[in-house]
């Protein structure tokens, strides 16, 4: 039988299998290397393996070896977990999203300060952009963010999601991958899901669905654009939602409201 690894990142082999067990004999290889050999459909870990099994103690989630369609070559090299690059691409999109829609509010003439202190438009605040990214995912497989940091999401055979797929996808990352993007509860749903990420391998909206996100070289143009881009969507929201934060603020807290009032943090200090 001919078996090939994945040793620090690169494809090695085919090796027979009294190659691989001499590998692991001298801890050149353990049992969560992957490997594949004709007859698997995906790369496994060496302790996943029925040949493989005896060497790692007990056997546990062994993958038959018969009756299973051979294959040509081994599938792909895993794509990287690159769960930094996809939360800035993720925060990218949400914050232009957030600067067109305050923007539109203030040109609207809207009332900032009661849409900004409403729970139900804080709510649903993201639902609309949620629905735009899932049209995207499913017509293009990215997004603004993700274009410009070099990913694309796709199904585990490489085709676009279905509408459907790429909705349901949107809907768990809105409730459980960000928490529809409150504060602390959002804090906690992203520290949830980046540990549950490691574990499984890919985030759970992901894992559940089966898709992978395909990940390409970073282009330093399309970086620094990302680093402009975020920054003015943040001024963006910063000049309209500022002032009526403050006044809001002022109104809960007179006291703070005189204080200000009185010495104000803009003026400057007079020289003796």
């Not at 459909?41 to 018969?66: P, S």
């Not at 898709?211 to 000049?239: N, T, Y």
Request: with cysteine; proline share 6%; charged share 20%.
């Amino acid at each position: 039988m001919e078996i090939w690894l994945i040793i620090d990142g690169e494809k090695a082999g085919p090796y027979q299998d009294f190659e691989v067990r001499g590998r692991i004999a001298r801890g050149e290889v353990d049992g969560e290397t992957p490997a594949w050999h004709t007859g698997l459909e995906e790369w496994k870990t060496l302790r996943e393996i029925a040949v493989f099994a005896n060497e790692f103690g007990a056997k546990r989630d062994i993958v038959a070896d018969e009756g299973v369609a051979a294959v040509s070559g081994p599938p792909p090299l895993p794509q990287p977990q690159v769960f930094g690059r996809r939360f800035w691409a993720r925060w990218l999109d949400i914050h232009l999203y957030l600067a067109c829609w305050w923007l539109a509010m203030w040109l609207a003439g809207r009332p900032i300060g009661a849409a900004f202190n409403s729970v139900l438009i804080m709510v649903v605040q993201l639902v609309p952009w949620f629905i735009i990214e899932a049209i995207l995912i499913h017509r293009t497989g990215t997004t603004p963010g993700k274009w410009m940091l070099g990913m694309e999401v796709v199904n585990a055979d490489g085709s676009r999601l279905s509408l459907q797929a790429a909705t349901l996808r949107s809907f768990r990352i809105l409730v459980g991958g960000i928490g529809f993007g409150w504060s602390f509860l959002s804090l906690f749903c992203q520290g949830f899901s980046l540990f549950t990420a490691r574990k499984l391998g890919r985030p759970l909206w992901d894992h559940g669905g089966n898709h992978i996100v395909r990940v390409k070289e970073l282009v330093p143009q399309k970086v620094a654009g990302v680093v402009m881009g975020l920054s003015m969507a943040i001024l963006v929201q910063f000049a309209v939602l500022v002032p009526h934060v403050v006044t809001s603020t002022q109104q809960m807290f007179p006291a703070l409201r005189e204080a200000l009032e009185k010495n104000p943090p803009w003026r400057l200090p007079v020289r003796e």
